[in-house]
């Protein structure tokens, strides 16, 4: 059996992401989790909006609603969350996360960041180079072209809340189905194989998912089938 940890940046357990991701790893893993928001109240979460020019995170909390809040107030709390699952005993240590960290973090096991992938996957699978993104706020419009614009040179952003009503995705795939694009990548790991579907079913395109790209690189690694 194989232990490997999954960080998230608001509050474990990821209740909404292990679905989609336990089936793929099998019986030959065992998943232990940590979060950056974990034991805060909503309160003290209200307390960390996104300073002015602080990267905007988004992420589900154990109630099933969701925060905005600033990557400044976390990264020292995410430290703390990748030294417990170390210490438990973990391997490797996957982030639920898609957004993009300061090389800040120190570990003794891998640590694989889900942008990194879909950075590599999206840029490899489009020859015209020219991808459509779904992002979970609008506020993070700015932030997706700062994060692909080196990876793409044609950038399609839409906004949809993946913890929010699933219309706002359905809205999100209608709004960019007439764009001529390669394919999509569903940039967090919020979103669902649900939504997924949905997307490709609207769209016609080629779809990457976030949580299921990143369970199956895991099990490359670990050479898990």
């Keep these: 059996m194989k232990k490997i ?4 940046i608001g509050q474990s357990p990821r209740i909404d992401v292990t679905p989609d991701i336990l089936p793929i790893f099998g019986n030959e893993v065992e998943l232990i989790e940590a979060g950056a928001l974990d034991g805060l109240t909503k309160e003290e979460i209200a307390q960390m909006k996104p300073k002015e020019e602080d990267y905007v995170l988004v992420s589900r909390l154990n109630d099933g609603t969701y925060a905005k809040f600033g990557e400044s107030f976390i990264l020292e709390r ?6 417990r699952l170390e210490a438990e005993g973990a391997e490797l240590i996957m982030f639920f996360c898609a ?3 300061p090389d800040v973090f120190k570990a003794h096991v891998p640590l694989i960041y889900p942008a990194r992938l879909l950075n590599g996957v999206a840029k490899g699978l489009s020859p ?3 991808i459509i993104l779904i992002t979970p706020d609008k506020d993070q419009i700015q932030q997706a072209y700062e994060q692909w614009g080196d990876v793409v040179k044609n950038l399609h952003p839409v906004a949809a809340n993946p913890y929010g009503d699933i219309q706002e995705v359905i809205d999100a795939a209608n709004a960019v189905k007439n764009i001529d694009a390669d394919l999509i990548v569903m940039d967090c790991i919020g979103y669902s194989e ?8 609207i769209t016609g395109k080629p779809v990457i998912m976030c949580r299921t790209l990143l369970a199956r690189v895991v099990c490359e690694m670990l050479d898990v089938i």
């Design 99 to 101: 957004g993009t960290f």
């Design 5 to 8: 940890g999954g960080v998230t």
């Design 78 to 83: 995410l430290q703390g969350c990748i030294e």
């Design 128 to 130: 015209r180079s020219n």
């Design 194 to 201: 649900q939504s997924k579907k949905l997307v490709r079913e």
